[in-house]
């Protein structure tokens, strides 16, 4: 008994049960996806002293120590401070504590600008911006970073998906009617430039800020806002009962307000989740509450600048597991 409360208590350290009761594994934080070649071989030393040698590299971009002992989880978690410590993840127990909490998922982002031309902003930056307002916490929460519409991260799969978006500025003396971007648009993406009387004419209704007219123009006549600016998804899953897409809710937002969204998050669902559960998922809450209660909470401190889209409503479809009158073999 005594070990079964024991286990209990390290799975919110982070640590996993495994199929093998004497075994664990730790999940190792990395904000953004992001690892210096010292840290990875801070990863190795401990996966090979305190674990079998071997490491998963999971679908949230962290790490999974696998094969370790549980009689060793004080030992590890002395062990792992140097990687909490470089990831400077919030740790109020103390040092050589481990992680705090296992709640709230890493959070990922694609590569982001200093690698991918495509993308709006630095990815990895802002992960960890957000990972220092939201974690620790016991509230599972999956959140994702994008840096342009081509969403190479999969951000709608998760409870908050933050999608890049850049505001493209024309300069008209600049432009000499080659019609690159408009081609480019129209072939890749929305269509929302049209070129009339050797100007260039955008749509802002169809424009989602991929940047493709700045990429695409040979003579910089298109480039991009120097603020940035998200698309926010909100309430995708995956999961047993109902897994859906999450839908684009905020266009044209900003970071400070991106984030005031999602912490704000946390404080409606400490109110209205349902503790007699063992977890109660943030999407079913809003589900059982409505959406338009949880959007007045999270929006009561939030103004937007003239140029933020907010959608009063939010729909969601996606598969419904209740019974067997949805077997798809009948």
Sequence with gaps: MALEIFRKSFTKNAYRITKDRKKT??????????????????????????GNGKVHITTRQ?????????????????AIQPLIEGFEINQPNGIDNGYPAAGTRNITACIGNQVCPKAQYNTTLLARKI???????????????TGCPNDCIKARMHDF?????????????????????????????TGALRAENYT????????????ECVLNCPTSAWTRDEKKYYRLSIM????????????????????????????????YVDKYIDRSLPKEH???????????????FVLKDVEFDELAVVRNNIYWNGIIYSGAENDLGK
């Design 161 to 189: 998906g933050i999608i890049g978006m850049t505001y493209p500025i024309y300069e008209k003396d600049k432009c000499v009617s080659c019609g690159a971007c408009v081609k480019k648009c129209k072939g890749l993406s």
């Design 25 to 50: 594994a730790l999940r190792v934080r990395i904000p953004g996806g992001e690892i210096s070649s010292e840290l990875l071989v801070k990863v190795s030393e401990i996966a090979n002293k305190f």
């Design 131 to 145: 990972e220092k307002e939201v974690f620790p916490s016991d509230f599972h929460f999956k959140i994702a970073i």
């Design 236 to 267: 995708g899953r995956t999961g047993k009962k109902n897994p859906r897409l999450g839908e684009d809710w905020i266009l044209w937002g900003d970071e400070k307000n991106i984030i005031k969204i999602i912490k704000t998050t946390y404080e």
């Design 282 to 296: 943030i999407g079913y809450i809003i589900d059982r509450t409505g959406f338009q209660e949880f959007r007045n």
């Design 62 to 78: 962290g790490f999974e120590i696998k094969g370790i002992d549980i009689t060793k989880i004080d030992e590890v978690n002395k």
């Design 200 to 211: 260039v004419i955008r749509e802002h209704s169809k424009c989602i800020g991929c940047g």
